[in-house]
């Protein structure tokens, strides 16, 4: 079981040269943008958040859309049911899916760390704390993907709708900003939205601070919650 596994990671990696191009823009030319947009608007000590927010960005458009997409396309080409046909189980073939294209975005991480540093000399105060949010939150996009590219038939509904959640999770929630900027009656919605944990929980590791811990553990709770409904979509199929 664990060599079909390994063999099915290797296959995900080859189709994702496919879009190197497209890589290769969005990893390099995209954050720079984003950098120099957000970063020299902002007052000195809310540039951590711009860098956390671009990561968070990556993370919710980059992680939960291609997973979902991916699983989608996989349906649709019969790729998907000739797997299962092989023996092989759903979950096995889904969460190769989902852990290759997770993978792949953690590439464009350092990239982002470095042009952070360079650009606006956002330093990372506890490696730790960051690797552990970083894990944190692919999990979690990860499963939000595979829950919309099992659950959604259509394919082309899943790529209308796994962008626009990526986008509606980037920028309706407390990424590029602290939550507090938020007015009460509303700042408890907030709550609600897995990005606002990876971002905090990302700002939270490049300050030093503990409490980062406790925002990656939501996300983990985000994260089994889709496992949850991941389990309960594949038996209904």
């Given amino acids: 079981m664990l060599s079909e596994f390994i063999n099915l990671i290797i296959m995900q990696f080859k189709m994702i040269k496919a879009y190197l191009p497209v890589f290769l823009f969005f990893s390099i030319l995209f954050p720079i943008g984003f950098m120099l947009v957000f970063g020299y ?3 000195h000590s809310l540039t ?3 860098v956390a927010g671009t990561i968070t960005f990556y993370i919710s458009v980059g992680v939960l ?4 997409q991916s699983l989608a396309f996989e349906r649709n080409a019969g790729r998907f049911s000739l797997m299962i046909a092989t ?3 759903r979950e096995l073939y889904a969460i190769s899916i ?8 953690l590439v464009m991480v350092p ?3 470095i042009l952070g540093s360079y650009f606006l000399h956002v330093e990372i105060r506890s490696i730790p704390y960051l690797i552990l949010g970083l894990i944190s939150s692919l999990f979690m996009a990860s499963m939000l993907g595979m829950t919309l590219g099992l659950g959604i038939r259509n394919i082309y509904a899943v790529n209308q709708y796994s962008t626009i959640i990526g986008f509606v999770l980037s920028f309706f929630a407390p990424v590029y900003f602290p939550v507090t900027f938020i007015p009460l009656p509303y700042r408890y919605l907030t709550f609600i939205e897995p990005t606002t944990y990876v971002s905090q929980a990302l700002y939270n590791a490049f300050i030093g601070s503990p409490t980062s811990l406790l925002w ?7 994260g089994f919650v889709f496992v949850i409904l991941n389990r309960y979509v594949i038996k209904r199929q």
């Fill in 41 to 43: 608007i902002s007052i």
């Fill in 48 to 50: 951590p958040y711009v």
């Fill in 65 to 68: 859309t291609s997973v979902a």
């Fill in 87 to 89: 023996g092989i189980p």
């Fill in 98 to 105: 989902a852990l290759s294209n997770g993978i792949a975005t």
């Fill in 111 to 113: 990239i982002i760390l």
């Fill in 216 to 222: 990656s553990l939501g996300t983990v709770v985000f």
